[in-house]
Structures are given as C-alpha cells and as structure tokens.
C-alpha cells in the first residue's frame, strides 16, 4: 500500500467554522492531491500540489484553501464550513514520471451540520 | 473540458460469470492515460488497471481486461470469473499526459449474486 495517511477519519463540525484536513505521505512524491467525492459525481479535483508552496486550484476549488509546507504534508482548509461541503475527501499522491498512476487515501468523511 | 461518462450506475453478475462495465470519455487530446480504480465498501480506492492511449494493445491484470476503442473513445472494462470480492463502485478516470488533472466518471456498483 501506498504511504498515505489522512487524518481525521471522520469528523462532524458545525457550519461557520474552521476545518482542517491533513495528507501525510511517506513515499515522497511531488505530486499531492485532494478530491472530494459526492454521489453521482465521482470524485472531483479540489485543489493540487506540485512541490513544497506550488499548489493550483482544481474543478471545486470554491471555499477550499490548501498548504504545504513540506514535501510529506499537504492540508485542506475550509476557512468556514458549509453543509455543501459535506462529503467524503480524498488525499492522493503521485510521483514524478508522467505515467504514473495516482494512489489515493483512504478518506475522510466530514459532515457539516 | 475533458469528460468521462458511465452510463450504468448499476449492474449485476453472478458468482464464475463475466461481466463488462462501460465508460466513454470525450477529449481533443491524442496523448492521455485512463485508469479503473474499484471502491469497496471500505471506501478505499483500489486501482484496478490502466491504458496508455498511445498502445493499441489492450491492458489485462489477472481476471481484468479492457477493451480500448480510441477512435470511439470508449474504454469498457471486463471482468472474468467474477468472485464476492470484486463487488464494489468502479470508476472509470482520465488523465491527459503530463496532466495533473484527473477527471472521474460517476462510477458503476457492480453487484456479484452467489
């Protein structure tokens, strides 16, 4: 398996506060990313990291702001979460050859009330 | 915008049978990568198989193959010999190459009856 931990495993919060998800990989790769996963959507691109502070915005970026500080560590923010943002998230990691796949997490499930 | 469409949200095979998961995807690209990742019940996301859309030969891993089709860009997944544990939601991504953006369909519940 792939070195990726996600924490927490679950939290429920309430809306208008501060979340914050964390990735940890142990492979050290330069690729990171999170996704979020709803019914009838798959899973979709929240934001992504190509190196230690080089992160872009994916598909969902809205609501949603990301660090890395270091290679193993990539952090998802909601600033103040909404029940929109209720999902499950996905952290994953890749390395640096173009054909490699990308090895998820496995997730977190946050529910906003 | 690159897609991806599976239009089976659901489908059903017994125990030692095949079964074919569909998936279709639309992009301007010749260079790109398409992946099946399983989920099941625990959540995690497990892949499954990839395709470099540069070879015609169709991927296979053990019991699972595909059936690459570039020009009608469609990219279906078979399953043989279906056993209780590949019941799980299979999702069908695309990847352009050197992208970093993987683009998921809705995903497929695939059922095995005993």
């Known amino acids: 398996d792939a070195g990726i931990t996600q924490s927490p495993r679950h939290k429920v919060t309430e809306t208008g506060t501060p979340v914050t998800l964390r990735c940890h990989q142990t492979?050290?790769?330069?690729?990171m990313y999170w996704y979020r996963q709803d019914p009838g959507h798959g899973l979709r691109l929240i934001h992504y990291s190509y190196g230690v502070k080089d992160t872009d915005k994916g598909e969902v970026s809205d609501g949603y702001s990301v660090s890395r500080s270091k290679t193993e560590d990539f952090l998802l923010t909601l600033e103040s979460a909404t029940s929109s943002q209720t999902s499950v998230y996905f952290c994953?990691?890749?390395?640096?050859?173009?054909?490699?796949?990308?090895?998820f997490g496995d997730g977190t499930r946050l529910s906003i009330l | 915008a690159q897609t991806v469409t599976q239009s089976q949200p659901e489908m059903s095979v017994q125990e030692a049978e095949t079964v074919t998961l569909s998936c279709t995807y639309d992009t301007s690209e010749s260079d790109y990568y398409l992946f099946w990742y399983k989920q099941p019940p625990s959540r995690q996301m497990i892949l499954v198989i990839r395709?470099?859309?540069?070879?015609?030969q169709n991927a296979t891993e053990n019991r699972f193959s595909v059936n690459f089709q570039k020009a009608a860009k469609s990219f279906s997944l078979k399953i043989s010999d279906s056993q209780l544990g590949d019941a799980a939601m299979y999702f069908c991504?695309?990847?352009?190459?050197?992208?970093?953006?993987?683009?998921f369909g809705a995903g497929t519940i695939l059922r095995v009856k005993s």
């Open positions: 991504a695309y990847i352009e190459e050197y992208g970093n953006k993987l683009v």
């Open positions: 994953a990691i890749k390395g640096a050859l173009d054909n490699q796949p990308q090895h």
């Open positions: 492979e050290n790769h330069r690729y």
């Open positions: 395709q470099e859309a540069y070879k015609q």
